[in-house]
C-alpha cells in the first residue's frame, strides 16, 4: 500500500457495543496501516443507543490499554473529519464512497442469512460488517449476540474466497492474518 495514504479512521456505529470484532479487526488493520484513528460518535443517549458517548469512549481506551493496540488514536465526536482528506473514512453509512461500509447493522446480518452469505449490495456498495471481519480473524465463534451461526456458517461453506474481489485487498489480507 503507498505509504502516503496509510492512515485510516474507523466510525463504530452508534448502537454497536464494543467486543472482540472490533479489537481483532484493528488489530489485524494496523499491520497495513500506519495509523488508525478511533472516533466516537457524540450522540446522546436514546432508546436505540443506550450507553452514552463518554462510557463508549471509556470503553475504547481501557480496551487500547488492555489490548496493547499501538498507533490508534481516540477521538470523541466526528465533526470536522470529512475535511479530513488525509485520512481514509470507513464508517456505517450508506453513502460511504469507500468500497468497504463497516457496519453492525443486524438487518445487514439478515440479509446475509437470506442470500446464503453473500456480501449485499446496496447501491452498488458491497457491505460487510466489522464484526464479521474480527470474528473471523481467530475464529471467535462464541457470545457474539446470537449472530455467531452466520459466521459459522460462512467458514463451513467455504464461502469466504468469493469476497476476494469485493473488498480492498488490505481487507482480505487482513482476514487471512492468524
Known amino acids: 500500500m503507498d505509504s502516503t495514504n496509510n ?9 454497536q457495543p464494543l467486543h472482540l470484532g472490533h479489537i481483532n479487526l484493528i488489530k489485524a488493520l494496523q ?3 500506519k495509523k488508525i484513528r478511533i472516533i466516537v460518535g457524540n450522540q446522546p443517549i436514546s432508546k436505540d443507543d443506550p450507553f452514552s458517548s463518554k462510557i463508549r469512549f471509556s470503553w475504547w481506551k481501557q480496551a487500547i490499554d488492555v489490548y ?8 470523541l465526536g466526528a465533526h470536522g473529519l470529512s475535511k479530513e482528506k488525509k485520512f481514509k473514512i470507513y464508517t456505517g ?6 468500497p468497504i461500509v463497516v ?5 445487514v446480518l439478515k440479509y446475509w442469512d437470506q442470500l446464503g452469505i453473500k456480501i449485499l449490495n446496496v447501491n452498488d456498495v458491497p457491505r460487510i460488517t466489522m464484526d464479521h471481519i474480527g470474528l ?5 465463534l462464541t457470545n457474539f449476540d446470537g449472530n455467531s451461526r452466520l459466521i ?3 467458514i463451513l461453506l467455504n464461502q469466504l474466497e468469493q469476497y476476494r474481489d469485493y473488498l480492498p485487498k488490505f481487507v482480505y489480507k487482513a482476514l487471512f492474518i492468524y
Open 136 to 140: 473471523i480473524n481467530t475464529s471467535l
Open 152 to 154: 459459522r456458517k460462512a
Open 93 to 98: 453509512n450508506t453513502n460511504c464512497s469507500e
Open 68 to 75: 496493547g493496540i499501538k498507533n490508534t488514536e481516540l477521538k
Open 31 to 33: 499491520r497495513s496501516f
Open 103 to 107: 457496519s453492525g447493522n443486524v438487518a
Open 7 to 15: 492512515l485510516l479512521a474507523i466510525v463504530p456505529m452508534r448502537t
